[in-house]
């Protein structure tokens, strides 16, 4: 995944193979397999990432927390890249980082039996796999860190939470960072001046121009969740039934 071409992805919870496969064969460059708040277990993951094979659509995996064993174990199931939640300092970047990278980078193990490596068949090579990380910005303290969190090298996506971010701006007594527009231009800033893409989730496709004009590149488009909701509530409207 190129993080300075744009790309459109959208949210999967539902922890369906057969929806992940459905996304990818649309033509979605990127589908975000949701471990934080989705509906399945890791142990659903791999089958989810066997409906993405032979498509050119990515699987990025939200971890549920930092845990460098959980990074790991996506990444040896075949996930290209993992988004990290909650994302406030460039400590918590730097670490998530030598997760999900073999030394000399960082301190992932290797095994060469994983499906990443076609248990076996398809071994690694001298040039070993750089996994895409999107690091989350959803807090006040982490778009005010966001210029650090994106020279942090391994870095590649500043992806913003919109509902997190709106909520901790609520709740939060500190208004130094501004408004949640405020917040938006600060992470695309601290993105582009690092040479790195911003990402976000929007509800609605009509919302795609106004965030590219911002400067967000990685966008993911609604969740499968949220489609079949509205469109559940559309059949049971009166008057189409």
Known sequence: ?????????????????????????SGFDWVLLDLEHGNESEAALPNQLRG?????????????????DL?????DWGAHGIMVPHVNSAAEAERIVQSAHYAPRGHRGLSRGVRAYEYGLNPPGDAMPVPLIMAQIETVEAVMCSAVIART????????GPSDLQFDLKHHADSSAGDYLQCLRTVVSAA???????????????????????????IAVDSDIAIL??????????GHQ
């Open 1 to 25: 995944m190129n993080t300075t071409t744009p790309s459109i992805g959208t949210w999967l919870s539902t922890g369906s193979p057969v929806i992940a496969e459905l996304a990818a064969l």
């Open 52 to 68: 993405l094979r032979g498509s050119r659509t990515r699987g990025i995996v939200r971890v549920g927390a930092p845990h460098a």
């Open 71 to 75: 990074i790991a174990r996506v990444l």
């Open 153 to 160: 090298d391994g870095i590649d996506v500043l992806f913003v």
């Open 192 to 218: 582009k001046a690092a040479g790195k893409a911003a990402g976000i989730l929007v509800r609605d496709a009509a919302d795609l121009p106004a965030h590219r004009d911002l400067g967000f590149t990685h």
């Open 229 to 238: 909701r509205k469109a559940y509530a559309k059949i049971l409207t009166p």
